[in-house]
């Protein structure tokens, strides 16, 4: 088991299988109140000194660091690699993440609201109940299992939410928004192929040109979202609530959706 594997090896492994697995099955392996999980072993001042010291020519790197709790808000991480990282209930709101690498980061409840991740990389990691509200995602690669987050005008413009086929040793590896709150959000162009929506709320919603075949939408709340290009290839849409959409006759493949019986048409 990935609790006799030392340090971040174990972390990582345990944060990959959680994408694979349920939440509610992960969880079950995981003390979140030990110092491993609510801990900071840095302070706000010692992660500026090491940018500061880093300079624009080097690249910041925290894999497995303890940052949970801190108040991290408004700083410049850029580039940052913070694979492996706690970074639970920490305050990121306002942070400039652009390029950033999160890979089988924890971030559990952490406030990324108005926070920049354009391009930024979040493969495997944990962010369920994440704030990031008005957050910029745009071009991102997002394989995180986002449970029960907030997204509420978010921007993920040309991101990839979509299933890793290639890797597959321990699991599905794809973004999951379960009952995640995704009203007002962009989602123009964006890779949703295989995605996990299941009960998410999708008001107001643009996507124009994304790709939710084979996407898992049951029990989701499609209102007033515009699918204009949207491509429903073997969709589940099984009591999906599907309300005032608008374009839906300029979507691909609507037809060829799965459970269309079931669809909930308001």
């Known amino acids: 088991m990935a609790r006799h594997i030392p340090g971040v090896i174990a972390w990582a492994m345990l944060g990959l299988a959680a994408v694979g697995a349920t939440a ?9 109140t030990s110092p491993e999980m609510t801990s900071a072993e840095m302070t706000r001042a010692d992660l500026e000194a090491e940018i500061a010291k880093a300079g624009s ?7 497995g660091k303890k940052l949970s709790g801190l108040d991290l808000s408004g700083l410049d991480l850029s580039h940052i690699v913070l694979r492996a990282a706690r970074l639970n209930r920490t305050k ?18 952490a406030d990324l609201s108005r926070a920049s991740l ?11 109940r994440a704030r990031i509200d008005g957050a910029d995602l745009s071009h991102a690669r997002i394989a995180a299992d986002l449970s029960g987050a907030s997204l509420a005008g978010a921007s993920l413009t040309g991101a990839d939410l979509g299933a890793d086929m290639k890797n ?35 008001r107001n919603v643009d996507l124009t040109n994304a790709s939710l075949a084979g996407a898992a939408l049951g029990g989701a709340t499609l209102f007033r979202v515009v699918l204009i ?15 005032a959409p608008i374009g839906l006759e300029a979507a691909k493949n609507f037809d060829k959706a799965r459970n269309l019986d079931r669809l909930l048409r308001e």
């Not at 509610?24 to 979140?32: A, G, P, S, Y």
């Not at 930024?120 to 369920?128: G, I, K, N, T």
């Not at 949207?230 to 599907?242: E, I, K, N």
């Open 57 to 63: 020519s080097e690249r910041v790197d925290l894999t």
């Open 168 to 202: 597959q040793s321990m699991g599905l590896m794809r973004a999951v928004l379960r009952s995640a709150n995704l009203d007002g959000a962009i989602m123009r162009d964006a890779n949703l192929s295989r995605a996990d929506l299941e009960f998410a709320s999708l």
């Open 24 to 32: 509610e099955d992960m969880m079950q392996h995981v003390d979140l």
């Open 118 to 128: 354009k391009g930024a990389s979040l493969f495997a990691a944990q962010m369920q």
């Open 92 to 109: 990121l709101a306002g942070v400039k993440l652009d390029g950033a690498v999160l890979d089988q980061a924890w971030a559990l409840e």
């Open 229 to 243: 290009g949207t491509d429903f290839l073997g969709a589940d849409l099984a009591s999906t609530r599907l309300i």
